[in-house]
């Protein structure tokens, strides 16, 4: 007898809701592995995880800045994976984006408030979108991997942001990779006191809508929806495949660029070389679990965002050590992957 | 300048181009070993750590340089069959489940390591390999104290390129690797199990791509940091394609990377304000183009990416 793997037939939409809450729990229990091997109390971590994410005001404030780069990065991948151009350069995006926030923030002078942040997010919006136009291009002009070199982009530009941090954009009189400060109208302001809740999470909260918006309502949505779905039948359909390729990446890699823009104009007000720990990457497991859907992005971004407050907290409580967070972070990804398969294919028993 | 124009800077610009490529060339091997079976392994980022992660930690705790590296292998084989069952065997989308791999693998060596030795204020480390002069050809000038004063894993990593190559190309396995790689149905046929050749083929390759990584916290340094591979999978991941998936011409690949790498270091070293960054960026140029220029006369195993189900026959 051998196992093998049978098409079932569609599962009711309610079923396909859940899975993303299956492969949640799913990954939670399995996590339980590692937090027992680093001899946390399994009820104490989790509970000192959730309280220290959402408990008080603070922490759930603090959840939700953590949260709009990951809704940014996700929905970045997530309207990128859909029209299936596989864009694993969000993290290059978001450095593109967040260096040309902080270039524009440095030199923008003395513009009203309103100006000045609306040129940041221009600029870091068609700078994210410049940097993914090139796999993009390469897709459809040359029919080079798109995920090759997307993810060989997000070196080329870490290594331009450190030649820019250690030349030209380096803060004169500093030895270290640091830029010099935004200008104060530049920054983000921050919407509630004694709180980092800043305009860059509405921002993100705004994203998820009209992404959500052109996925649903607009001809695009429908045309980028049909390439991702069969390329050759959208071509034979008279759509203009190389066309929305391009225009999708043009979005994604913006989204991705608005979550560079947030960090460097929001959270750390110069660019730095560790402006960002990977949110990039991160947004490939948040558009996954959210399967692609705005709606749902946002939800995992929440939901990565909650394991990466609230793992500092269970590390103070329990000495689990912090990195629990990505550890669960990629797991979840994993078996969020095994799932999806689980609900088109079910596993059968054949008979030799 | 006329330091760099001198026989000692050559030696060890030399000796350094082939240490920087040793990593590089274990990883490109073991991608080359999985990609003509047909599977992309983007696993190679964290399976790297991980193999740096275990080869330092045996290490530190046996004293033994060799079971690190042969825990390294262990951790890389593990973690490609994970690949394995998720890629090959549940036919999952293989840029996905490797990306997950890297992820999770990524956070887990971090983990573990931190649970193994906390925070100290002074990372701990190895008393790392020894650069073992072969008899006779490290007396020759020049070429001596560069090619054949390296460490044992330099010459492990040197040997293995001809290997591979005679394993793809000259054995009845490298036939049936990459008839697998190339038409899986055509395999199946003639009685290749497709999913066990891809899984060994994995399995393999993860060995060569955890001692990559343990090359560089028992060779190249003496401690385990988070960014100690530094992208240096990835680059991997490049130079398979810049060789065309030719072992020889993927180390060939590694090697210029090693010496661009190595240089940028030297003349940092001697005080040369060199924009290194931009030096890193030239091997990334190189694939691209490569890449472009290739295009059309690609000769990428045509079965990668794709899962194999019999009875989904296209």
Not at chain 1, 288 to 313: D, E, W, Y
Not at chain 2, 296 to 311: I, V
Request: contains cysteine; glycine residues 10%; aromatic residues 10%.
């Amino acid at each position: 007898m051998r196992l093998t793997l049978a098409k079932r037939a569609p599962l009711p939409g309610w079923i396909q809701v859940l899975v993303p809450v299956g492969a949640i729990l799913v990954t939670l229990a399995l996590s339980a592995i590692p937090i027992l091997a680093a001899g946390g109390d399994i009820r104490l971590s989790y509970a000192s995880l959730f309280r220290g994410a959402l408990g008080t005001r603070y922490n759930f404030l603090e959840t939700c800045v953590k949260a709009a780069p990951l809704t940014f990065t996700g929905l970045a991948a997530a309207f990128a994976f859909r029209a299936k151009f596989w864009n694993i350069g969000g993290e290059g995006q978001l450095l593109a984006g967040a260096i040309a926030a902080a270039w524009t923030g440095i030199h923008i002078g003395s513009l009203p408030p309103a100006a000045a942040i609306s040129l940041v997010c221009i600029a870091g919006f068609l700078a994210g979108g410049a940097w993914a136009a090139i796999p993009a291009i390469l897709k459809t002009k040359y029919k080079v991997d798109d995920v090759v070199t997307s993810l060989l982009l997000n070196y080329v530009m870490w290594h331009i942001m450190g030649y820019l941090l250690f030349g030209p954009l380096q803060m004169p009189g500093s030895s270290w990779p640091r830029s010099p400060a935004i200008a104060e109208a530049a920054r983000f302001p921050v919407l509630l006191v004694r709180s980092r809740f800043h305009l860059g999470i509405v921002l993100a909260a705004a994203a998820v809508l009209i992404v959500w918006f052109i996925n649903s309502k607009t001809v695009f949505g429908y045309r980028a929806k049909a390439v991702g779905v069969n390329p050759r039948a959208a071509a034979f359909g008279g759509i203009n495949v190389n066309s929305v390729i391009l225009k999708t990446a043009l979005i994604s890699g913006g989204l991705a660029g608005m979550a560079g823009v947030g960090e460097a104009a929001a959270i750390h007000f110069h660019l730095l070389m560790d402006i960002s720990p990977g949110f990039g990457y991160s947004g490939i497991a948040v558009a996954m679990l959210g399967r692609l859907h705005p709606l749902g992005t946002a939800l995992s971004a929440f939901f990565f965002s909650v394991i990466l407050v609230g793992a500092q907290s269970m590390s103070r409580i329990t000495g689990v050590p912090t990195y629990i967070a990505e550890v669960i972070q990629g797991m979840s990804l994993l078996v969020m992957l095994v799932a999806l398969l689980l609900t088109e294919y079910r596993i059968k028993a054949v008979r030799n | 300048m006329e330091q760099v124009f001198t026989l000692s800077f050559l030696t060890g610009l030399l000796a350094a181009m082939m240490r920087m490529a040793t990593p590089i060339i274990f990883g490109t091997l073991g991608e080359i070993l999985a990609e003509r079976s047909g599977v992309l392994n983007l696993g190679i980022e964290g399976i790297m750590l991980m193999g740096a992660m275990t080869g330092f930690l045996t290490t530190l705790s046996t004293g033994s340089l060799w079971l690190g590296v042969a825990a390294a292998a262990l951790t890389g084989v593990i973690l490609s069959l994970l690949m394995a069952l998720l890629a090959v065997w549940l036919g999952l989308s293989q840029h996905v489940s490797g990306i997950g791999i890297t992820l999770f693998s990524t956070g887990l060596a971090m983990f573990i390591y931190r649970l193994a030795v906390g925070s100290p204020t002074n990372p701990p480390t190895v008393q790392p390999f020894t650069r073992a002069a072969i008899p006779r050809l490290s007396s020759i000038p020049v070429v001596g104290e560069a090619f054949f004063t390296q460490y044992s894993l330099v010459y492990i990593a040197f040997l293995l390129i001809p290997a591979v190559w005679i394993l793809l190309y000259r054995t009845s396995w490298g036939l049936s690797i990459r008839t697998v790689g190339e038409n899986p149905f055509a395999a199946d046929t003639v009685g290749i199990n497709v999913n066990l050749v891809r899984t060994l083929c994995l399995a393999a390759g993860g060995a060569l791509m955890g001692i990559g990584g343990a090359f560089l916290t028992l060779a190249h340094q003496n401690m385990f940091l988070i960014d100690v591979v530094g992208g240096r999978g990835w680059i991997s991941v490049a130079m398979v394609i810049f060789g065309n998936w030719d072992p020889v011409r993927g180390a060939a690949g590694a090697l210029i990377f090693g010496f661009l790498d190595a240089l940028q270091l030297r003349l940092q070293g001697l005080g040369f304000n060199v924009p290194f960054h931009l030096f890193l960026i030239i091997p990334y140029l190189m694939t691209l183009i490569a890449l472009v220029t290739m295009s059309r006369n690609a000769s990428a195993p045509a079965g990668l990416l794709k899962p194999y189900r019999r009875e989904e026959k296209g």
